[in-house]
């Protein structure tokens, strides 16, 4: 869809970069503070809200619509994984390992999205593939041994970001079956994000805890958390995708490491191990392998990935 305003997109994709960015920023500054738990489900309450608005703002009450029977399985499934083991995980995560390094690791989510549409969607698993993960895979194993070995990270840091991957790609696996099967993508995220933040509900005591202890600081970037990377990048996103090159611009976040480790250096003074960047480009490269077809294959356009920071 073209728009008068041809810079408009490029800026909704340079917001989106920087917010998502940033929620890896903000996790590592919260995560001496707000435990893992307590973090993950004041930020989905957060986003609950802010999501609810948008969907009563933006979607016609006769269209508004909550899940069928057949769409519920999807939404639990991916609302748990992709929300809520998601950012548990996440934020564990980053109290032992950096920013950046963090950012780097969730890159494989993709390639595990390729593996998962093979055996669901009975994708051909083409020897691109197969290269692909064993690069991007190689990549992660030598984020971990940097990480290990730093004195900023340990390696239960590195695989529980790859457990965060892994529910990303399931997340993005029943977000295709359910945007196939006729259900906006502003609304399958509010729902996903409602499934999310009832999976956290065992950490409410503990969030009622962090809210009268915390500071006034931790609370807002709590709800920054929830407002800007969770809710409005959404929208920036969609809105990019609706009016330019879907493909170009799901490269582009590609560039999310790198945004977040600038960030990272610049506000908290860290920077990951140099051999770490090694294994983050070979994610990286691992992914666009992953997305070669064979020549005698008719191209068929894919759908741009999106994702939940």
């Not at 032992?96 to 950012?103: F, H």
Request: proline letters at 6%.
């Amino acid at each position: 869809m073209p728009t008068s305003r041809p810079w408009l997109p490029l800026a909704a994709v340079g917001f989106t970069l920087v917010a998502w960015a940033s929620a890896f920023v903000a996790i590592r500054h919260l995560g001496e503070e707000v435990p893992p738990g307590s973090l993950s489900l004041g930020r989905l309450l957060v986003a609950v809200l802010a999501l609810g608005v948008m969907v009563r703002l933006s979607v016609p009450a006769v269209r508004r619509r909550v899940p069928t029977k057949r769409e519920w399985p999807l939404i639990i499934l991916g609302g748990v994984s992709w929300i809520g083991i998601y950012n548990v995980a996440l934020n564990e995560a980053e109290r032992r390992i950096d920013a950046g390094t963090a950012a780097l690791i969730i890159q494989i989510g993709p390639i595990i999205v390729a593996l998962l549409a093979t055996f669901l969607f009975r994708e051909r698993l083409t020897q691109w593939l197969l290269i692909g993960l064993g690069v991007g895979f190689a990549g992660v194993v030598i984020i971990g041994r940097s990480s290990s070995e730093g004195d900023n990270g340990d390696l239960v840091g590195v695989l529980l970001t790859a457990l965060a991957a892994v529910t990303f790609a399931v997340g993005v696996v029943t977000q295709k079956k359910l945007l196939v099967g006729g259900m906006t993508a502003l609304e399958m995220t509010f729902w996903f994000y409602v499934v999310g933040a009832v999976a956290c509900l065992p950490w409410s005591v503990e969030l009622v805890g962090v809210v009268r202890d915390a500071t006034a600081s931790d609370l807002m970037w709590i709800a920054y958390l929830g407002i800007v990377p969770s809710a409005l990048a959404f929208v920036t996103w969609a809105y990019a995708l609706s009016h330019s090159d879907a493909g170009k611009f799901a490269l582009s976040t590609f560039l999310v490491p790198f945004i977040t480790t600038l960030m990272a250096w610049l506000a908290l003074g860290e920077v990951p191990p140099a051999l770490a960047f090694v294994g983050g480009a070979m994610c990286i490269i691992g992914v666009l392998l992953t997305r070669r077809k064979p020549r005698t294959l008719e191209q068929v356009p894919e759908p741009a990935p999106g994702a939940a920071r």
